[in-house]
C-alpha cells in the first residue's frame, strides 16, 4: 500500500515538472505559435484561391423513351428469345453508372477539349494571346489537358437516390460555371449520338431478319422489336434532354472553394503548439538524460 503512495506521488510530481517545464518556456511556445500561424497565413494567400460550380441532374432511365439505350435492348433480346430471334445483348449496368463512366472517361473529355478549344485556357500561362500560340517549345499535350481536366471534376453521387451532383472546380469562377454547362450538354448529346447509333445498328439486324424467317411469329415479334427501335430513335432524335435531365444549372460561384484559410490557420496554431511542446520535452528529457549518464 505504501509503495503504491508512493508511486502515485512520483508519477503526480512527474506531471506537475513537465507542466513547470511548459510553463517555463511559454515565451517560447507563444512565440512558435505566432510565428507558424504567421507563416500559415502568408502561404494561405500565396496559394491561387479555386472555385468550385456545381450543377444538379438526374438520368432520365425511367421516363418514357428517354435513354432506354441498352436496356431497352436488353428487354427486346429477351422478347425476340421466345420467338426463336437472337439479338445482340445490351450492358446490363446501371444507367447513372454508365452516365458517370462516360463523363469520366479520356475519350469523351478530349471530344469536349478538342471541341471548345480549351487547352489555351487550361494552360494560360503558356499561350500567347496577341500571337495565338504556345510560348513554350514543346506545348502541354491533350494527354496533360485531359488528366487536368479530370482532376477538375468529381461527381457524388448516393445509389438510394437519382441525383447526381457534379462539381468543376478552376481557378477561374466564370470558366468553372461555363465549362460544366457545357460538359453536361455534350455528355448528353454524346450519349443520345451513342443511342441513335444503336438503335440503327439494331432496326438494320431486326429488318434483316424479317426478310429470312416465313413463320408468322416470329414476323410478328420482330414487327414489334422494330416498332419499340424506331420510338426509341425517335426519342433520341427529338428529346432536347436525352439521358440526363439538368434540375439546377451550375452559376458563377461566388465565394471561393480554397485555400479554406480559417481552417488552414487553425490547423497552423495547433501544430505550431505541437510542435513546441514535443521540441522543448525533447530537449528537457535529453539534458536530464545526459546529466545522468555523466553522473
Not at 70 to 80: C, F, P, T
Not at 261 to 269: A, S
Amino acid at each position: 500500500m505504501v509503495k503504491e503512495t508512493e508511486k502515485q506521488t512520483t508519477d503526480s510530481v512527474s506531471l506537475i515538472d513537465i507542466f513547470d517545464i511548459l510553463l517555463g518556456h511559454f515565451r517560447l511556445i507563444f512565440s512558435t505559435v505566432v510565428s507558424i500561424a504567421i507563416l500559415t497565413v502568408i502561404i494561405l494567400f500565396l496559394i491561387t484561391p479555386t472555385y468550385q460550380a456545381s450543377l444538379l441532374m438526374v438520368n432520365n432511365e425511367n421516363t418514357s423513351g428517354g435513354g432506354s439505350g441498352g436496356a431497352g435492348l436488353d428487354a427486346l433480346s429477351g422478347l425476340a428469345g421466345l420467338a426463336g430471334i437472337t439479338l445482340p445483348s445490351g450492358q446490363a449496368a446501371s444507367k447513372t453508372e454508365t452516365i458517370i463512366a462516360t463523363l469520366q472517361s479520356r475519350i469523351f473529355l478530349e471530344q469536349f477539349i478538342q471541341k471548345n478549344n480549351l487547352m489555351p485556357k487550361l494552360y494560360e500561362e503558356y499561350w500567347d494571346s496577341e500571337s495565338q500560340s504556345w510560348d513554350s517549345k514543346s506545348p502541354p499535350s491533350l494527354w496533360n489537358g485531359v488528366n487536368q481536366m479530370s482532376n477538375m471534376i468529381t461527381v457524388d453521387y448516393n445509389k438510394r437516390t437519382p441525383v447526381i451532383r457534379v462539381n468543376l472546380e478552376n481557378e477561374n469562377p466564370m470558366y468553372a460555371a461555363e465549362w460544366l454547362n457545357k460538359l453536361i450538354k455534350e455528355l448528353d448529346d454524346h450519349l443520345r449520338k451513342k443511342a441513335i447509333e444503336q438503335t440503327e445498328s439494331s432496326l438494320d439486324f431486326l429488318e434483316n431478319e424479317v426478310g429470312n424467317t416465313n413463320l408468322v411469329t416470329q414476323q410478328n415479334v420482330l414487327y414489334k422489336l422494330i416498332l419499340d427501335q424506331k420510338t426509341n430513335n425517335m426519342m433520341a432524335n427529338v428529346s432536347e434532354e436525352y439521358a440526363i435531365s439538368v434540375i439546377d444549372p451550375a452559376v458563377v460561384p461566388r465565394n471561393k472553394f480554397t485555400p479554406k484559410k480559417l481552417i488552414g490557420l487553425i490547423i497552423g496554431i495547433i501544430v505550431g503548439f505541437v510542435m513546441s511542446i514535443i521540441l522543448i520535452l525533447y530537449k528537457e528529457f535529453r539534458d536530464k538524460f545526459a546529466e545522468k549518464l555523466n553522473i
